[in-house]
């Protein structure tokens, strides 16, 4: 396996003095969802084979760097976020040396290659559990782990009264005569790591050195603020905890203890050429806790959640677009602007609003200052998938109460790339979660060369995007005067960007010639109507 940016055994090391390249700073970052983006074997599976055959498709789209959730070898518990081995591919995904070709085709065709790194937790087959379960209390690789004896008159009870963020106790008991019980803040098939003991940090580092050597440009770090714990795991006193995420800062989540960690990690990205990169999916209950994990010697970008999850209201977006822009100033890191991932209900349907608001809002993001995630099928302004039989569902926690709510299967459905009925291209054996009947008319094909696609909208997007001087990197944005429910902005280098989210038409000035809209409409003279839920940028 080879690096192909620049030769492993010719690492740079860190230059304090020299201007990183940035390209992160105003990326377009797409995800691919392994399992639902392309089947190259005809198992009804995607896979790297399938990845690798529609990396054109996503040069052609004008994304810079694409984004690939777990392919590591794993039961599968937890689609993949419960890591048996780090090193080594799933056989459902392919090979080492299908990631390698994955990796270089990608380089060739200009796209940088992101990879998922599961820190937090690991899968109850990884090696290191098994043998602590073989070895029993007292091992010394239990300590690499949260081993602890139960509470109650014959240790019956938790340790503690955390939560799974799947729902039910944070905590799972081992048969007698074992008895411990160990922490798995998500399901008990995924035990989580004891950052506190130094080969866990080593494993890491050597883990990170391993992708880097294979030529990847960047690590998306999966529940990034949730490694340390408080010391002793105190109570939280109270039920309900999932309510509490990103609202503030827990015993289990957002410890300050984190920030060492990827410190440590930084130093290692700054060994290699190219300018490699960490992305951190930190749920916090401030953007200015997130800029803490985006300090200068610390991670490149994290995830936008307060963006996310704000609603389609033009005051509320301005306040969190202001908010995330100050809070990333003074760390010197770009704003991520976000709107669906493989965790969340598609924006097409959370927003509410149908197609229209989807690709105004698509429009919207893809203006503001910093870099951009594009989930894969929003390009195609794909819906949620919200009328799955239960008996397909795979999503861990549908099977859990008081969870989550058990439904990301529906963001998950494989994408449509040509045909008339399903699997629609996606590969020869079907597809591992069925697909609409009316996606028909949004596949690829169906969209491809249609200028009121929304496949080409994006294209047309990312193309100016990648063009046009007012738009990618920046700091900050110039707010216009507009009435209420209309957002107007204004980027240094001649944009201007007007978003209406209310539910009627709104009459404004012409700001400057028209660029794109998010729907057709013809501004002409001296003002014009901006329809309810669009976006237009404008030349000025």
Not at 151 to 159: F, N
Not at 203 to 231: Q, T
């Amino acid at each position: 396996m080879t690096q192909h940016y620049a030769d492993p055994s010719a690492r740079t090391g860190s230059d304090p003095g020299a201007a990183p390249t940035g390209w992160w700073r105003d990326a377009v970052i797409y995800q691919v969802y392994p399992r639902s983006f392309a089947d190259g074997n005809g198992d009804g599976m995607g896979d790297l084979e399938g990845i690798r055959s529609r990396l054109p498709y996503l040069r052609d789209l004008g994304v810079d760097a694409v984004w690939l959730s777990p392919f590591y070898a794993s039961p599968q518990a937890d689609a993949g976020y419960d890591v048996a081995d780090y090193r080594a591919i799933d056989p459902m995904f392919g090979t080492l040396h299908d990631a390698d070709a994955v990796i270089r085709e990608a380089h060739g065709l200009g796209l940088r290659i992101i990879v998922d790194v599961v820190p937090n937790h690991c899968s109850d087959r990884h090696e290191w559990f098994q043998q602590a379960l073989r070895e029993g209390p007292g091992s010394p690789l239990r300590e690499r782990f949260h081993f602890r004896p139960g509470r109650g008159t014959d240790g019956e009870l938790p340790p503690n009264d955390w939560e799974s963020i799947f729902g039910g106790p944070a905590w799972t008991r081992l048969p007698e005569p074992d008895g411990q019980w160990y922490l798995h803040l998500f399901a008990s098939e995924q035990p989580d790591f004891n950052w506190d003991h130094p080969a866990v940090q080593d494993e890491f580092r050597s883990i990170l050195r391993f992708w880097l050597d294979m030529g990847v440009d960047g690590f998306r770090v999966d529940v990034a603020h949730g490694l340390v714990k408080a010391p002793g795991l105190p109570d939280m006193g109270q039920g309900e905890q999932l309510k509490l995420l990103g609202n503030q800062v827990l015993p289990f989540f957002d410890q300050d203890g984190v920030h060492e960690i990827y410190r440590s990690w930084r130093t290692v990205l700054d060994e290699y050429a190219g300018d490699r990169i960490a992305v951190a999916e930190a749920w916090t209950p401030s953007a200015d806790r997130t800029a803490l994990y985006l300090r200068q010697d610390e991670l490149h970008q994290a995830f936008n959640f307060h963006y996310l999850n704000t609603g389609w209201d033009a005051a509320a977006l301005r306040a969190t677009i202001d908010e995330s822009l100050d809070a990333m100033r003074p760390v010197g890191a770009p704003t991520t602007w976000v709107l669906s991932n493989h965790d969340v209900v598609r924006h097409r349907t959370r927003l509410g609003g149908g197609l229209d608001r989807a690709r105004a809002a698509a429009l919207l993001m893809l203006a503001l200052p910093g870099s951009a995630y594009v989930y894969q099928g929003e390009e195609l302004g794909l819906p949620e998938v919200t009328d799955l039989p239960d008996d397909v569902r795979q999503d861990p926690s549908f099977f859990r109460e008081s969870g989550q709510d058990g439904l990301r299967d529906g963001c998950r459905v494989p994408l449509p790339w040509s045909g008339e009925t399903a699997p629609y291209g996606f590969g020869s054996g079907g597809s591992w979660l069925p697909q609409p009947a009316d996606w028909r008319e949004l596949t690829v094909d169906a969209q491809t060369g249609d200028p009121a696609s929304t496949l080409e909208l994006y294209r047309a997007a990312l193309t100016l995007r990648r063009t046009h001087p007012g738009l990618g990197a920046g700091e900050s944005v110039e707010w216009l005067e507009a009435p209420d429910g209309v957002l107007a902005f204004r980027r240094p280098g001649g944009l201007v960007c007007t978003v209406n989210t209310t539910g009627a038409p709104v009459r404004l000035d012409t700001p400057g010639r028209m660029l794109l809209g998010s729907r057709q409409l013809a501004a002409t003279g001296d003002v014009f109507d901006l329809p309810a839920d669009t976006a237009v940028w404008w030349e000025v």
